[in-house]
């Protein structure tokens, strides 16, 4: 049962956070390893529940799939679409150079 | 007449009667926002106008008398996770602080076109993140009860414009706890209805397969009307049930439960409980026996691991979810130039999640990742089967379980804000409901010390008639649902 044995560190946290691109300061890394680090503590008990021969759970609705007929129905405008994107051009939505990404070291 | 303490059920004899309109109740419900809302902050948006303009429509409706519903004309209020046309729509977030959405929730459609009227949208823990309303990124709700106490969470402006009767009923979003948790620090009833029996369609998602919307209400009877009228399947929600909606009210009158069989988990009596609650909900199991009911121990085994199996599925869902948060075609977004799109979204997220968020984005993304998914997900994942097992076990013997909603009453603002595991296990009756399968009616059940006391009748899946028929039984011979908080200073 090694597995369970991890204890968050702050190498831990800063990847965390970079993984799902969020900025952290200094002062959240050190607040979030510390209140991460008990919250994982009490999660690292379910070690204890025998679950070898359990299958995951599966939502029955997950697993249907259910599709309409392919039939043309009214759909949103392009305004309305385009109403909350905080930048825009020519009636698209204008997002920032994802091309032209500096290589990270 | 102070028309905003009425029932929904006794607002709408009244409307159909012609003896009051739509538009004075909602003016009623408005003034008393304006008077009250200052001290309790249930509401993050007011749609004075677009409410007054609903309720005109209404009289209009009530005046010629075709299709009348029993909410036609009644001012309610909906948890800020609820799509709403023309009206923002926040989730108590700085990320969404401006989102204006140009669509409806189906359950929102579906009051409006019951002839229901929209007055306001209200706070809530950050994304459904929390337990006390403390993790708006706006201010915190205040408990009517007790201004310097938390009203639970993360309904917690739903359960409060309630119980401080600023809306005769809102619509509040339960992902493990987050309707009956705050109905039983506030004393209001609330249902969170089996997982797919209300689309959820349009609710901006914090765990997909866990999400249930519901009402909250002065009582069970309204509580029936309410989910009548949103229940039901939806095209726009794949994961929405076609079982077709029982009529919720039948057997509503009933004050007996001859021949019910209730369940009591051992594992939730066994200690950790506050003497006021333990109190409460052991005189309310007399109660309920000498109506008839039969009341059994019954076991749930892993009852004691319900908190970490919801919170590591909870965060890896969320983690997930909150993804789409990009700054780039909603939202936020920061800073507006001059950076490349990594930049815009490592600050836009560092800057528009709040405290709370961040922990469970990362806690979810940890579970996921590779080297702990199988420690932490996956096993939380099998040993949700378990849980499942334990509930459908139980249910195998009895109609319904009893549990309290919460171990303590409304606790201070800020005692638990520093220490998020603290905070989790604030929800320790609430959350196996959701991975478990059941649905779950809260119900006041007393009061420890001045604050309220809520009792849940939970029941297996699809099992709304029964618990909402035995919570009407409960109700018919209690008072505890009417006691209204006394001591808000209106100016």
Known sequence: MTETTQTIDQTLVRHMADLIRLALTDAEVELFTEQLGAVVGYFDRLA?????DVPPYRQPQMGRARLRADEAQPSMSREDFLANAPQQQDGFVRVPVVLDVPEEA | MTLHTLTLRQAGELLTAGEITSVELTEAVLDRIRAVDPTVKAYVTVCEEAALAEARAADRRLQTGEGLTPLTGIPYGVKDCLSTTGVRTTCSS????????????????RLRAAGAVLVGKQNMDEFGMGSSCENSAFYPTRNPWDPARVPGGSSG????????EMGLFSLGEDTGGSIRMPAGFCGVTGLKPTYGRVSR???IALVSSFDSIGPMTHDVWDTALVTAAIAGHDPCDSTSLEAPVPDYLAGMAQERLDGVRLGVPREYFADGMEPGVRQAVEAALAHL??????????????ADHAISIYYLILTAEASSNLARFDGVRFGLSEPPEGVDIIERYLQTRGKGFGAEVKRRIMLGTFALSAGYYDAYYLRAQRARTLLRQDFERAFADVD??????????????GERIGDPLQMYLSDIYVVAANPGGACSLAVPCGYAEGLPVGMQIMGP?????????????????TDWHTARPEQLPSG
């Open chain 2, 461 to 477: 899946a699809l099992g709304e008639a029964t618990i909402l028929r035995i919570g009407a039984a409960y109700q018919a011979t």
């Open chain 1, 48 to 52: 204890e529940v025998d679950v070898a």
């Open chain 2, 94 to 109: 700085r990320i969404l602080e401006d989102y204006v959405p140009r669509y409806d929730a189906t359950v929102i459609s």
């Open chain 2, 201 to 203: 369609y349009g609710l």
């Open chain 2, 157 to 164: 402006g739903s359960a409060a414009a309630v119980a401080a």
């Open chain 2, 400 to 413: 319904a379980l009893i549990a309290p909603t919460s171990p303590t009453t409304a606790f201070p603002l």
């Open chain 2, 289 to 302: 026996a000498a109506l008839g009911a039969e009341i059994r121990e019954v076991s749930l085994p892993h």
